[in-house]
């Protein structure tokens, strides 16, 4: 039986660390081949050979078009890629070497590693999780794990702080997490006591890290060289390169220093200037707004006030910087809890999460000594997703594919959904399910995970036969989805189709025909999704093969066009119509029955003509002299949205529409 290590990996956006759990089950950062115990999540390709790191990072400046930096930002995004000469390297390649770097360096210290657990943004979609799992196969991993970045700093304060023996706690502690990453801001309210480590709700913003606040330092000496000069050196790669580079090093200074110098240099020109600490925090005062906002968002949201809130822990290498703790220590009123190390705490808490997931195999005892093992068996950890998880459904009315969450945010995980569909013709032997996420936050669009083919329905089924759906996440916030048509009690076989895949598929396709048949004029590439063109190849053959081209580029040509329409047909596929689990009635876009609704104010209407039938039959009352009746009072009629549940004093058009359907 294979030894396994306790290994967990902070993947990060400008930096990555790798630790393991030693057999007293403490963590243990293990330094990579240069001794450096955080690796820049930096790739270098000298000719055909990848150069991760410090020594990629150096490279940056002289040759920036063979450098790719910041991957994780694009992971999931199946469009986004890096031409280095003839190949092409999307962000899963490159979180790939990446990770095989960490990987390598830490087999020559503890031994061999089949499987880790990586540590990704409490924001990240289903697609980038998956895209993460990948980047570690690829990196030689049999088996990976993923866990959130604030639930790993959770984990490492309560069994590192703590010590894996602490004594029990009288009552539950309530722990605001605070991780300012480069790239990514992660937040999440964590509840634990003695046993149990819960996520009670996450938030963030996967655009927001310490990349922006490099950019106003960027653009500080940008603007001032150009003043000076009347040359913008951010228009060189370069020079860019060079002044990004030494912006990153200014702000570490500014982190303990009143003032730092950026020099400049650029088309023969060269020029230091000292950047105020007081300049850099009235210039990205923008971007502390935008991380105030998502903190109160977190408490408001979840009805928590900083009451609730017994310590605020901090983490990521970007907490450090003044103006982000003052903010913070000013927003919650209290001191802030900086005990966990900024650049080593995420992986020392996914370390501690694999030591939990292998505390329970009986071989682990060979690894652990008894006291770890019983401690890390003991503790468990449970998480929420951030985004909702739904389909898109067809509203009955206007034809419209419109979202459907079925999962709301912040469910604690795992979590699944049963819900009934409607075949939508006769005879019809599939049905087509669009997966969807909610957007990383308030007003972001929501997000295609991959298309569910539920096939193999029972033949000659009639139009609105009823199909179960079952739509899931599992404990670490990936999708699953399952089927059966209720009638039979057959259940369907589903695939999730990933947009990346599809995506895959004709760019290689498309990479085939550019080097085998490139056409006389400039041809518009087809991307999936996408009737018009973004990318154009241009090659200009000799006249004597332009015939022997042309028959090949017309079979070619029709291939790309069926290739670009295979992410739109979909759409055209038989989607399922949403029904009511209580009366099989379409329900409404906002997941309403207007069956259902529409059943209580019938027997309030009848009711109410009933009263006043009785009350027409009632004589009227005389008045006290008995000659004229008595003006009798009109009583009111009550509002609906008096007499309903709902408290919302205005009502919206869509509101008003359904009224009309009931």
């Keep these: 039986m294979k030894q396994t290590q306790a290994v967990g990996i902070d993947?990060?956006?400008?930096?990555?660390?790798?630790?393991?759990?030693?057999?007293h089950g403490h963590p243990v950062t293990i330094p990579n081949q240069e001794g450096e115990l955080a690796t820049p999540s930096v790739v270098f390709f000298d000719d055909n050979e990848p150069i991760v790191g410090t020594e990629a990072l150096r490279n940056a400046i002289a040759r920036p078009e063979r450098v790719v930096q910041n991957a994780k930002r694009h992971m999931g995004d199946p469009e986004r890629f890096w031409r280095i000469d003839a190949n092409r390297y999307n962000p899963v390649q490159i979180s790939g070497l990446i990770l095989r770097k960490l990987i390598a360096a830490a087999q020559d210290q503890v031994g061999e590693i089949n499987e880790a657990v990586v540590t990704v943004p409490a924001q990240f979609s289903d697609a980038q999780r998956h895209a993460t799992v990948t980047a570690g196969h690829s990196a030689?991993?049999?088996?990976?794990?993923?866990?959130?970045?604030?639930?790993?700093?959770?984990?490492?304060h309560v069994l590192g702080n703590e010590g894996l023996a602490f004594t029990e706690l009288a009552i539950d502690q309530q722990l605001l997490v605070y991780d300012l990453g480069g790239g990514t801001l992660d937040l999440a309210i964590v509840s634990y006591s003695s046993d149990q480590v819960r996520v009670v709700a996450s938030d963030g913003d996967l655009e927001l890290g310490g990349l922006d606040w490099t950019q106003v330092l960027v653009d500080i000496a940008a603007?001032?060289?150009?003043?000076?000069?009347k040359e913008d050196p951010r228009q060189d790669p370069h020079s860019h390169q060079f002044l990004a580079l030494e912006a990153e090093q200014a702000k570490r200074s500014l982190s303990v220093r009143p003032r730092a110098a950026v020099t400049v240099q650029h088309e023969g020109n060269r020029r230091t200037y000292q950047i105020e600490q007081e300049e850099f925090e009235h210039l990205g005062r923008s971007l502390l707004k935008r991380s105030n906002a998502i903190t109160r968002r977190i408490l408001a949201d979840n009805g928590f006030g900083w009451a609730h809130v017994d310590v605020v822990l901090t983490t990521g290498?970007?907490?450090?910087?003044?103006?982000?703790?003052?903010?913070?220590?000013?927003?919650?009123?209290?001191?802030?809890?900086?005990?966990?190390?900024?650049?080593?705490?995420i992986a020392h808490g996914a370390a501690y999460y694999a030591g939990m997931l292998l505390a329970n195999q009986e071989y682990t005892r060979t690894i652990f000594n008894s006291q770890a093992s019983t401690r890390l068996a003991q503790i468990k950890q449970q998480s929420v997703n951030a985004r909702g998880l739904g389909i898109l459904i067809r509203d009955a009315e206007t034809g419209n594919r419109v979202p459907h969450y079925l999962i709301p945010p912040n469910t604690p995980?795992?979590?699944?959904?049963?819900?009934?569909?409607?075949?939508?013709?006769?005879?019809?032997?599939?049905?087509?399910?669009?997966?969807?996420?909610?957007?990383?936050?308030?007003?972001?669009?929501?997000?295609?995970?991959?298309?569910?083919?539920?096939?193999?329905?029972?033949?000659?089924?009639?139009?609105?036969?009823?199909?179960?759906?079952?739509?899931?996440?599992d404990g670490q916030a990936r999708v699953h989805v399952s089927a059966r048509e209720l009638k039979s009690g057959r259940s369907a076989e589903?695939?999730?189709?990933?947009?990346?895949?599809?995506?895959?598929?004709?760019?290689?396709?498309v990479e085939d025909v550019i080097q085998v048949a490139p056409?006389?004029?400039?041809?518009?590439?087809?991307?999936?999704?996408?009737?018009?063109a973004r990318d154009r190849v241009e090659a200009s053959p000799s006249p004597t093969t332009k015939?022997?081209?042309?028959?090949?580029?017309?079979?070619?040509s029709a291939r790309l066009s069926e290739l670009s329409e295979l992410s739109d047909s979909v759409d055209h596929a038989e989607q399922p119509v949403l029904l009511c689990n209580s009366c099989g009635t379409a329900l409404s876009p906002k997941g309403k029955c207007p069956a259902c609704d529409a059943a209580p104010k019938k027997r309030k209407q009848r009711a109410g003509v009933k009263k006043k039938a009785v009350q027409r039959t009632s004589p009227p009352k005389s008045s006290a002299a008995g000659t004229a009746p008595a003006k009798r009072k009109r009583k009111k009629t009550p509002t609906r949205e008096a007499a309903g549940k709902s408290t919302n004093k205005q009502r919206s058009s869509e509101d008003d529409f359904w009224d009309l359907v009931d």
């Design 11 to 23: 993947l990060g956006t400008t930096y990555s660390c790798i630790a393991w759990l030693n057999e």
């Design 140 to 156: 030689g991993l049999e088996k990976v794990e993923v866990i959130n970045e604030p639930v790993a700093a959770a984990l490492c």
């Design 223 to 229: 603007e001032r060289f150009l003043s000076d000069f």
């Design 317 to 345: 290498g970007s907490s450090r910087m003044p103006m982000v703790r003052e903010s913070l220590r000013k927003l919650s009123g209290r001191t802030l809890n900086s005990s966990l190390s900024p650049d080593q705490s």
């Design 413 to 473: 995980l795992p979590a699944s959904v049963t819900h009934v569909f409607g075949t939508v013709v006769d005879q019809q032997t599939k049905v087509h399910i669009r997966i969807v996420e909610s957007g990383a936050g308030p007003g972001k669009p929501h997000t295609i995970l991959g298309d569910c083919d539920i096939t193999d329905l029972p033949t000659n089924l009639p139009e609105g036969s009823e199909v179960e759906v079952m739509i899931s996440y």
């Design 494 to 509: 589903t695939e999730i189709i990933r947009q990346e895949n599809m995506s895959g598929q004709l760019q290689q396709e």
């Design 519 to 532: 056409p006389a004029q400039p041809v518009k590439v087809p991307r999936p999704g996408k009737a018009a």
């Design 547 to 556: 015939t022997a081209l042309s028959d090949e580029w017309a079979v070619v």
